[in-house]
C-alpha cells in the first residue's frame, strides 16, 4: 500500500534533475539580496520543572483542546507527560502512566495527544504503540510485526519527529530501523511505519532518496525530519543532506526543489559503498563541519514552512571543544509559503537555543532556550516573523 511512495520517487529524481541547476542560480542570486524578514523576540515563556524532570527534552506537543491552551511535555525519568496551562505558565496536572503490570506500557519514548482523553504513547523497548485515556488506562496495543524480510521496524518519536495521526492512521518515523549507516547497496522501504487503527493492518513504505547511495554517510546523516500539516494532511519530510522536501499526500508524493543559501552540499565519510564505521569523533567532526538541513515546521497563522538550516562549524571553532559553541551551530530558517516557493532565510546565529525545538501558535514561534543557571523552568523564547509591505506578522 505504501509502495507507491518509493516508485513515485523514482519518476519524480528523473523529471528533476534538471532542476539542480535551477536551486543553485536560485541561492546565488537570493544570497544577493537583502533579507526581506524580520525576526524580533517578543517575549517569553517559563514552565515550572520539578527536581525530577530535566529540560532540553524534545518530546514536547502544544495541543489546544476544548478551549484550553496547553504544553505538554515527556518527563522520562518519571514515565509521566506534564501539562502546562500555556498562558499562565503554571502546572496544569500530570499523566503518571505504568511501566510494568495490565496496564503497563514500559519506558515511553514518544507520544502523541491526539485530545486530552486520546493519547497515544509509543515504547522503543518494547517496539509497541498504546492507546491511552486520559486517566493513562490502556484503550488498545498495536505491536509493529517484522516485514516479510524479517526486518524489524522500530519508530523514533520526538518533537522533531512527530507521531502523526491521519484519518484512521497513525504514522510513525522509523528511519533507524535500516541498519544502512555504513553501507549504501539496500535501502528497504520502511522509513514510514502505518498503523490502521480499526483494524490493526500495519504497512511500511518510502525509502531514502538517490543521493544516499552516492556514498557513506554514517548514522546522524540518516535522521529523516518529519511534519504534518493539519490543514491539508499532507506529510512533509526532508533529510539533512538533500536540498528537496517531500510531499506525502495519499497516493502521491511531491518533490519540492528549495535549498539553503548557505547548503553547498555534503562530503560523505567516503565514496565507497560500504565501509567499517569510523571513529565515532571523525563521524561527529564530518556532520558538525558541513551545513545540513534538520527539522520542519508549519505556521498556520502566516501560511508558511520554516525549515531549519544547521550552519557549518570551522574547524577553529570544533578545535576549541567549547561545551556550546564546538557542539551547538549557528543557524539559517529557511522560509516558504505554503506551495512551497521560498521566500527568503532568517539568520538566527545565537548558539543559547534549541533551535530544532520548536512550536507555533497565534502568538508566535515558540524557540526552546537553553538555561544552564536556572534548571527549574522550560523556557521558550517567543518570536514575531514580519513580512515588510505585506501587512503580514
Known amino acids: 500500500m505504501f509502495k507507491y511512495y518509493l516508485k513515485a520517487i523514482v519518476i519524480l529524481f528523473f523529471c528533476s534533475c534538471g532542476r539542480s541547476n535551477d536551486i543553485e542560480k536560485n541561492k546565488d542570486k537570493e544570497s544577493s539580496q537583502k533579507n526581506s524578514f524580520e525576526f524580533e523576540r517578543i517575549g517569553t515563556k517559563k514552565f515550572p520543572l520539578d527536581s525530577t524532570t530535566a529540560g532540553g527534552g524534545s518530546n514536547f506537543q502544544y495541543v489546544e483542546n476544548e478551549g484550553k491552551k496547553l504544553l505538554c511535555y515527556l518527563n522520562t525519568n518519571q514515565n509521566t507527560l506534564i501539562f502546562y496551562d500555556y498562558e499562565q505558565e503554571t502546572l496544569e496536572y500530570q499523566l503518571s502512566i505504568e511501566k510494568k503490570g495490565p496496564n503497563g506500557v514500559?519506558?515511553?519514548?514518544?507520544?502523541?495527544?491526539?485530545?486530552?482523553?486520546?493519547?497515544?504513547?509509543?515504547?522503543?523497548?518494547?517496539?509497541?504503540?498504546?492507546?491511552?485515556?486520559?486517566?493513562?488506562?490502556?484503550?488498545?496495543?498495536?505491536?509493529?510485526?517484522?516485514?516479510?524480510?524479517?526486518?524489524?521496524?522500530?519508530?523514533?518519536?520526538?518533537?522533531?519527529?512527530?507521531?502523526?495521526?491521519?484519518?484512521?492512521?497513525?504514522?510513525?518515523?522509523?528511519?533507524?530501523?535500516?541498519?544502512?549507516?555504513?553501507?549504501?547497496?539496500?535501502?528497504?522501504?520502511?522509513?514510514?511505519?502505518?498503523?490502521?487503527?480499526?483494524?490493526?493492518?500495519?504497512?511500511?513504505?518510502?525509502?531514502?532518496?538517490?543521493?544516499?547511495?552516492?556514498?557513506?554517510?554514517?548514522?546522524?546523516?540518516?535522521?529523516?525530519?518529519?511534519?504534518?500539516n493539519p490543514e491539508t494532511s499532507e506529510i512533509v519530510v526532508g533529510f539533512p543532506i538533500d536540498d528537496h522536501l517531500y510531499v506525502l499526500g495519499e497516493g502521491y508524493v511531491k518533490k519540492h526543489p528549495q535549498g539553503s543559501k548557505y547548503f553547498k552540499g555534503v562530503v560523505p565519510l567516503s565514496t565507497k559503498s560500504k565501509i567499517s564505521p569510523p571513529p565515532p569523533n571523525q563521524e561527529v567532526q564530518n556532520e558538525r563541519s558541513q551545513t545540513t538541513y534538520r527539522t520542519i515546521h508549519y505556521d498556520p497563522y502566516n501560511e508558511i514552512y520554516i525549515r531549519v538550516v544547521h550552519k557549518a562549524i570551522s574547524e577553529e571553532v570544533l578545535a576549541m571543544n567549547d561545551p556550546v559553541k564546538s557542539v551547538f551551530p549557528k543557524a539559517s530558517l529557511m522560509i516558504m509559503d505554503k506551495e512551497f516557493k521560498k521566500l527568503g532565510e532568517v539568520d538566527f546565529d545565537n548558539n543559547d537555543y534549541w533551535i530544532n525545538n520548536i512550536f507555533i501558535n497565534e502568538n508566535g514561534i515558540h524557540i526552546m532556550k537553553m538555561d544552564f543557571v536556572n534548571e527549574d523552568v522550560l523556557t521558550f523564547d517567543v518570536f514575531d516573523l514580519k513580512f515588510p509591505g505585506t501587512g503580514k506578522n
Not at 114 to 127: C, M, Q
Not at 159 to 181: A, D, T, V
Open 106 to 228: 514500559g519506558e515511553i519514548s514518544g507520544f502523541l495527544v491526539h485530545s486530552t482523553d486520546s493519547i497515544f504513547v509509543y515504547s522503543n523497548s518494547g517496539v509497541r504503540l498504546y492507546h491511552l485515556n486520559q486517566s493513562g488506562k490502556i484503550i488498545n496495543i498495536y505491536d509493529p510485526k517484522a516485514k516479510e524480510d524479517g526486518l524489524i521496524i522500530r519508530p523514533y518519536v520526538s518533537g522533531s519527529m512527530p507521531m502523526m495521526k491521519r484519518g484512521k492512521h497513525i504514522i510513525l518515523n522509523s528511519w533507524g530501523s535500516q541498519k544502512e549507516y555504513y553501507n549504501n547497496d539496500t535501502y528497504p522501504e520502511s522509513l514510514l511505519l502505518r498503523v490502521n487503527l480499526e483494524t490493526k493492518e500495519m504497512d511500511y513504505g518510502f525509502s531514502y532518496p538517490e543521493i544516499y547511495t552516492k556514498g557513506v554517510w554514517g548514522m546522524q546523516l540518516h535522521v529523516m525530519y518529519n511534519m504534518l
